[in-house]
């Protein structure tokens, strides 16, 4: 027995919906000659009647009732398949997953990537936040596709690749007498109580090393492993902190005065992506997304850029 193929069944379908050879001719844009001869070769392939003929129209046997409800079906898989892959194609569909540090990964990466969706509804996406670390591990066990991270990797299977560098502010209390200034030096934060990120963090060594230089000589009030959990206490008047501008950017509280430093400090922010195969293309597009964001915002350029 010949197999029926994809184009028979669809002719067989339009017959069945449409009521005639001629309404299944008009839905397929093709002649009438061509619709009979499909579904004869559908027939002649189930090996039985599908439907009677007589007085120039086709009357659907118990048989063909029968199978169209499953040609249907499958006709429906058929049609969605087609859609995936024009979807994919034109990249309106897909699966991201994205590792990155806190202090991108907790408040500002959502925030980006809800505009990202927005303008591709069926996409979905998977925001991991982890220790810079970490993220080096997703990357070599494929759980994300790409990776953000504030130390480069050297690991096997990752291409490493500066994404953006950012500058260190000086967060200040509302009140304090610095705040609201242009920018400051650090030797201004002499004898300043200070929250200071955890010795883990990898901005703790730049921090100190620059303060150290200014001649600053500061408290430690207290000791946070987070950009935001400093903040908090920031706003709260325990001290100053010195963070990177991805805090000011996500920060919607109030009550602190975000300064830049003479010289600001920076921090590179690198991507990790897959050695072994690209990113796909969705994945590529909301990689340059997040980078578009980034720089199209006046607080990440600050004064004079």
């Known amino acids: 027995m010949v197999r029926s193929n994809i184009r028979q069944i669809e002719a067989f379908n339009a017959v069945m919906k449409g009521g005639s050879v001629t309404k299944a001719a008009e839905m397929l844009f093709v002649s009438q000659p061509a619709i009979s001869k499909l579904v004869q070769q559908f027939e002649s392939s189930c090996g039985f009647p599908l439907f009677h003929r007589g007085q120039g129209r086709l009357l659907p046997t118990p048989e063909a009732r029968r199978l169209f409800a499953e040609t249907e079906k499958f006709m429906t898989g058929v049609e969605r398949i087609g859609n995936t892959a024009r979807a994919i194609r034109e990249n309106e569909r ?179 992506t897959s050695a072994w195969e690209p990113p796909s293309a969705m994945a590529e597009l909301l990689i340059a997304h997040l980078r578009d964001t980034l720089f199209s915002n006046e607080i990440w350029a600050g004064p004079g850029g």
């Open 94 to 272: 897909g699966e991201v997953t994205v590792a990155a540090f806190p202090a991108l990964g907790m408040r500002l990466l959502p925030r980006m990537t809800a505009s990202f969706l927005s303008r591709h509804p069926e996409v979905g996406i998977t925001i991991l936040t982890q220790n810079s670390p970490d993220i080096s591990q997703s990357m070599a066990a494929r759980a994300a596709d790409f990776g953000i991270s504030l130390v480069p990797s050297q690991a096997h299977g990752i291409q490493c690749r500066p994404f953006a560098d950012m500058r260190m502010l000086c967060a200040l209390p509302a009140s304090h007498r610095l705040a609201g200034q242009a920018s400051l030096d650090l030797a201004e934060l002499n004898g300043e109580s200070m929250i200071s990120l955890g010795r883990d963090d990898f901005s703790h060594r730049d921090i100190v090393e620059a303060l150290s230089r200014a001649g600053a000589r500061v408290e430690t009030r207290a000791e946070v492993q987070m950009a935001d959990s400093a903040c908090v206490l920031v706003s709260e008047g325990f001290g100053f902190a010195i963070v990177p501008v991805l805090a000011q950017m996500s920060w919607t509280e109030g009550g602190i005065s975000f300064v830049p430093i003479r010289p600001a400090p920076r921090k590179t922010m690198w991507l990790y």
